[in-house]
């Protein structure tokens, strides 16, 4: 062991942020699931000083990381007697946030603490933690089997319409319902059909928009809007092609960052990399939703960094490190004079299971000039969607001279590319 490296664990990794690590400054060790780690190319393995494995079901579940914490803290302890005691905690995903910082809790390292990181998790205390600040949350209540039915008939009578169920802490629309109204929500509880850790909470009628960005000492140091053309839902629940396109209303895009900087205040969350996502209504409200202290997924960092040269990855991994953010200056995405309006496209794989073999791909020859990168197998290829949380037939990034010509783009090649497959050989 070199005395001059500090020892930093990573809890979680995949190789798309393989670029924001310094494998040659620091003892680089990381402690994940066997099949997590199974799927590493060989090269970047080898490159870490150890890969402690855990051994969980290769699941969505986004919270069996915290439930083997326990079992997290005796692999990290083990680390520490080869490479000494870790001088940074790092946990970039959704589901490596929380037991990153009760790690870094038990261990003594800088960096988000539990109390934050959980309300940054949990949307019962996240909402709870806001009520006072001055934005405004959907109306909730935390259910599960043992909720009484006097309590959700209560709930449900001041809910003007349909009512929205899911899990504390999923993420990526993952067991979300969207119920008809009170009714509904009463017959599942009679049923004994709503579960351990969710939530109701009012449906919100309006856009949504993910706002990404970087906090350092508590100051955003970079904010990006995006409005969703259609939801994470009805991607992940149907077929709908997932898109974002900036907003090029300045006005608006103040406001956003205004009521961000309310809401990363109350939670606490200074020094990270967040995604948020709030409901833009017709009234012309601001409606919070949620908040991630992570990068966003999909398509999200690609396009930032491609398009505005903001590596969330990288800024995520200095902050889990206590090292001075990569950007020079407080901006937004209306600071990039060049780029009128930019977006990202997944368009969705086909409703299948087990691999399938792209047969052909078209409208390529079609595809607007403003398109400034693109991810799309070619035939021959064969794809695979198992165990993929964005399951994509092929991905775009769009920049524009203005949102309404980002929009018309990303709908016209939504509408003209198509893929075609068929079951593996």
Known sequence: MSPEKQHVVHIGF??????????????????????????????????????AVLDLP??????????????????????????????????????????????????????????????????????????????????????????????LAEFAARMPGRIVL???SQGASIGVRILDGAAELLALAEAGAIEEGYEAEEFVD?????????????????????????????????????????????????????????VLRGL????????????????????FLEIGNRFGGAGISWHQRTVYGVDLAREAVLACLGQPSELAAATTMLDHRQVGASGWLYMPAAATTGAVRVVEVTALDALPDSVVDVDIPSAGDTL??????????????????????????????????????????
């Open 14 to 51: 995949h190789a798309s942020e393989a670029h924001t690590v310094d494998f040659d400054a620091d003892h680089v060790t990381a402690v994940m699931p066997r099949a997590s780690a199974a799927r590493l190319p060989a090269p970047l393995a080898s490159r870490f000083a150890r890969i």
């Open 58 to 151: 290769d699941s969505d579940d986004l919270d069996t990381y915290d439930r083997a914490v326990d079992r997290m803290r005796e692999l990290v302890a083990e680390l520490a007697a080869d490479f000494g005691p870790p001088a940074a905690i790092v946990g970039l995903y959704e589901h490596t946030t929380l037991p990153a910082a009760r790690l870094r809790e038990h261990f003594g390292v800088q960096g988000t603490n539990v109390r934050t990181a959980v309300r940054c998790r949990d949307k019962v205390p996240m909402k709870e933690a806001l009520s006072g600040s001055g934005v405004r949350v959907p109306r909730f209540l935390a259910v599960g089997p043992d909720t009484g039915q006097a309590e």
């Open 166 to 168: 899911k899990p504390r």
């Open 206 to 262: 309006g856009s949504i928009y993910h706002i990404d960005g970087v906090v350092r000492d508590a100051e955003i140091r970079w904010f990006c809007a995006s409005r969703y053309l259609d939801t994470c839902f009805d991607f992940q629940h149907g077929d709908a092609a997932l898109a974002a396109v900036t907003p090029d209303d300045a006005e608006l895009v103040a406001r956003m960052q205004a009521f961000t900087d309310i």
């Open 268 to 287: 606490g969350l200074t020094d990270s990399t967040f995604h948020l996502e709030l409901f833009h209504t017709p009234e012309d409200e601001l409606v």
């Open 384 to 425: 695979d969607a198992e165990g993929e949380i964005w399951p994509t037939a092929g991905r775009f990034l769009v920049s524009g001279e203005s949102t309404v010509a980002v929009e018309r783009d990303v709908t016209r090649i939504v509408n003209t590319y198509t893929l075609t497959t068929k079951a593996g050989d």
